[in-house]
């Protein structure tokens, strides 16, 4: 069963950068595709951004676009999430989640906002203060 922990975040000004990092256990990440989201206190989970299996295709939600880029390093079982110029908005537990699937066509599936996961990790907290 995969496992995933994630890391790297904490407390920040307004402006500033955090790179969150996944890593996976139990299970190689080389032909899944990945996926960040968030929760905000009182808020319902958010779709923050994906990553194609092979790492060559990427999507954000419009809210993060510009701003936040995922990458992943299968050799290192690792997907990472750099987030730029956070604002307080971006304030919430940040976990990372795993296609249920294996090489599944991307633009068909977190591409279109048709994903399924298999799990997630505990997630980790970013605060932006204003």
């Known amino acids: 069963q995969v496992q995933l922990v994630e890391s790297g975040g904490g407390l920040v000004p307004a402006g500033d950068s955090l790179r969150l990092s996944c890593a996976a256990s139990?299970?190689?990440?080389?032909?899944?595709?990945m996926g960040w989201f968030r929760q905000a206190p009182g808020k319902e989970r958010e779709f923050v951004g994906a990553?194609?299996?092979?790492?060559?295709?990427?999507t954000y939600a419009s809210s993060v676009a510009g701003r936040f880029t995922i990458s992943k390093d299968n050799a290192k079982n690792t997907v990472w999430l750099q987030m730029n110029n956070l604002k307080p908005e971006d304030t919430a537990v940040y976990s990372c989640?795993?296609?249920?699937?294996?090489?599944?066509?991307?633009?068909?599936?977190w591409g279109s906002g048709r994903y399924a996961v298999d799990a997630w990790g505990q997630g980790t907290q970013v605060t932006v203060s204003s």
């Open positions: 989640a795993v296609d249920r699937v294996a090489w599944q066509s991307f633009a068909a599936t």
């Open positions: 139990g299970r190689s990440l080389g032909t899944y595709a």
């Open positions: 990553i194609s299996w092979d790492g060559s295709s990427t």
